[in-house]
């Protein structure tokens, strides 16, 4: 990750937790993942034959609707015009793609939750209007670097230039499951999802210089792995210190938490002494009040 140029006017390090590029051994296409190691609940059964486009579909339905339980969109699912239905009606049609999606071994599983929680982000951010990655025919037969096409989620990513250099937009590990999303200065209007929460081995979030608005997501705090948080330069406000991430079964690994030249408000609460790896605090020119 990069340092914003908004922030102190030391200079400090450059974040060490810039993207690196996909493995190249990944496979090619996103609905099909079989040949990955099966890891996850066990409770789902695995099917020989391909399902049907009812079974396929209802299944996904059924997965779809346990993550937005969880991250608490429900109501979110029921309206035509929601990132979260958008997604969902996205990702039902690849119950009939050339290769279809599998909804049933359990290592895909997580993996489609989070290739729905991507495309829940590309719908709330406005992806359509991005700089780099858009895909606004949501066109499935596009090359690599766009989002919501028919390939690997982690194929979606496209080598950007930024301030320190080339990083990805996107990047997995090898088991596909997101790790890094550097979307700075990429036109990104709209809040962060509570979908983000459904990213629960990332470790990097940079978003800086866009035009997101809207609170943090308390279900930012499920995602555990996290070390880097950077929406510097964007139009947020809210409390910038929620219990649900700064608490006790927070967000302990931080390392790197900037959220400057926004609109957060609130006070300092004592829990943040728990973020015990924290080098980098940055949140000038917000509303917080209080001592520290």
Known sequence: ASESPSSSSSSPPSDSTSPSQVPSS?????????????????????????????????????????????VGTVDQLRLTDSPQYLAREWILEECNATEPIDPYTSSQILLNEQRYALAVMYFSLGGDNWNAGSNARMDKDVPKGTWLSGLNYCEWGTDISGYNGIFNQLSCDEYGNVLKLNLQNNYLIGPIPPEIGVLVHMTSYISFNNIQSGPIPTSLGL???????DV????????????EYIGPNGLTELVNFKASFNNFE??????????????????AQNKITGTI
């Open 232 to 243: 510097e330069g964007n139009n947020m406000g809210g409390e910038l210190f929620q219990p």
């Open 26 to 70: 990944r496979p090619s296409l996103g609905p099909s993942l079989s040949s990955r190691p099966s890891y996850g609940p066990s409770s789902w059964p695995s099917s020989s034959s391909p399902p049907t486009l009812t079974s396929c579909q209802d299944r996904l339905r059924e997965q779809i609707y346990d993550v937005s339980v969880r």
């Open 223 to 229: 995602v555990t792995p996290l070390q880097t948080f």
């Open 266 to 283: 609130g006070n300092i609460p004592t829990e943040i002494g728990r973020w015990t790896k924290l080098e980098y605090l940055w949140f």
